[in-house]
């Protein structure tokens, strides 16, 4: 019998990835995606048409109103930042984009998940490269939630030891692509844009949108998604 796993699946282009790879491990996912207010909420169909194209065990969509305390251009009537090139996003501070506790919060139904389903495993797509200006994305935060996990719950006092796996925690964009490839994901299901329009198009300009593309070309792939903007 294959071990269960938790994947938490935004619908994105890294969360995909690593659903692909939980998979490829062996593990028989069960997905988590979250309605958390976000103004990207055409993600959740990207998450629905992923889950249906890799037949995961489950999938469930938890409702969290993150918008009560704004704080984030993601969950707040804040414009996302937008540039002409990759080049021009800086890591050196904490984008508009972070939204508070975010992934602090996602874990903590993760592990609910996981022990309700008998798993010890939870995957995340978090990337400590790109978002190295995201506080919950960095090696230290998911070593640290892991102890707190085995310490908060009962599969962790029975000495069931849980797990976090952050596969592309050290992985370029390109790397990430190219795992992707190599094992069939097809990212013209996925979203990733933070500011898509009505129609779910991504604008090509925010953080998002750039750091996908760019991993697109120094793999050597052209993107499947068609952009706002002619050419993109």
């Known amino acids: 019998m294959k071990r269960k796993a938790v994947v938490l699946l935004s619908g994105g282009l890294d969360s995909t990835t690593v659903l692909a790879i939980a998979k490829d491990q062996g593990f028989e996912p069960y997905a988590l995606s979250f309605r958390y207010g976000q103004r990207h909420e055409v ?10 194209a890799a037949g995961v065990a489950r999938h469930v969509v938890c409702d969290i109103d993150l918008r009560v305390f704004g704080g984030s251009a993601l969950t707040a009537d804040v414009d996302v930042p937008k540039h002409v090139t990759a080049d021009e996003i800086s890591g050196d501070e904490i984008p ?8 602090t919060v996602f874990l903590s139904f993760a592990l609910a998940y996981a ?18 200006g995201y506080p919950d994305c960095r090696p230290e935060f998911i070593a640290a939630y892991e102890q707190m996990a085995n310490l908060a719950t009962r599969a962790g ?3 069931k030891s849980l797990k976090i796996h952050t596969p592309l925690i050290d992985l370029t964009k390109a790397q990430t692509v190219e795992i992707g490839q190599r094992l069939g994901v097809d990212y013209s299901l996925t979203s990733s844009c933070y500011d898509p ?3 779910g198009r991504p604008c090509g300009h925010c953080d998002s949108c750039l ?3 760019k991993g697109f070309a120094e ?6 998604l ?7």
């Open 115 to 132: 022990e309700v389903v008998g798993s010890t495993d939870i995957f995340i797509g978090v990337n400590a490269l790109d978002y190295s």
């Open 197 to 199: 329009d009505a129609e």
């Open 96 to 103: 508009i984009t972070y939204v508070p506790a975010r992934n």
């Open 211 to 213: 750091l996908r593309l």
């Open 157 to 159: 006092v029975e000495g």
């Open 43 to 52: 993600e959740l169909a990207a998450a629905q048409r992923v889950v249906a």
């Open 226 to 232: 068609t952009y706002q903007e002619s050419g993109t």
């Open 219 to 224: 793999a050597g792939l052209t993107d499947p």
